[in-house]
Nanobody
Framework: QVQLVESGGGLVQAGDSLRLSCVAS????????MGWFRRAPGKEHEFVAG????????NYGDSVKGRFAISRDNYKNAIYLQMNSLQPEDTAVYYC??????????????????WGQGTQVTASS
């Protein structure tokens, strides 16, 4: 089992920045890729960004390209999401997820095996 704990969410003004963190514990040696998803009220999970644990290949959702950046720290078993130029449409609960099989930062939620509890991000206009 892998446990994931997110932090760093909050309330900001449009145009501000936030940095989310996700720390993994437990059987982290089985982790092949990790990602960030978000879910706004009444909507499905939306892929935000992902990163491969080996090699660091990244993948981004179209709505955040150029504004968000994902990074990892293998020694700390952590990933980060730097979010710049936040807009009201970025408001959602942000979830960290871990994949133990594919090694590619997939955009499909069902690929991921472990999920954190989520952290709320609210950007007001």
């Amino acid at each position: 089992q892998v446990q994931l704990v997110e932090s760093g969410g909050g309330l900001v003004q449009a145009g501000d920045s936030l940095r989310l963190s996700c720390v993994a514990s437990g059987r982290t040696d089985s982790t092949k890729a990790m990602g960030w998803f978000r879910r706004a009220p009444g909507k499905e999970h939306e892929f935000v960004a992902g990163i491969a644990w080996s090699g660091g290949r990244t993948n981004y959702g179209d709505s955040v390209k150029g504004r968000f950046a994902i990074s990892r720290d293998n020694y700390k078993n952590a990933i980060y999401l730097q979010m710049n130029s936040l807009q009201p449409e970025d408001t959602a609960v942000y979830y960290c997820a871990a994949d133990r099989d594919s090694g590619y930062p997939s955009m499909v939620p069902d690929i991921y095996d472990y999920w954190g509890q989520g952290t709320q991000v609210t950007a007001s206009s």
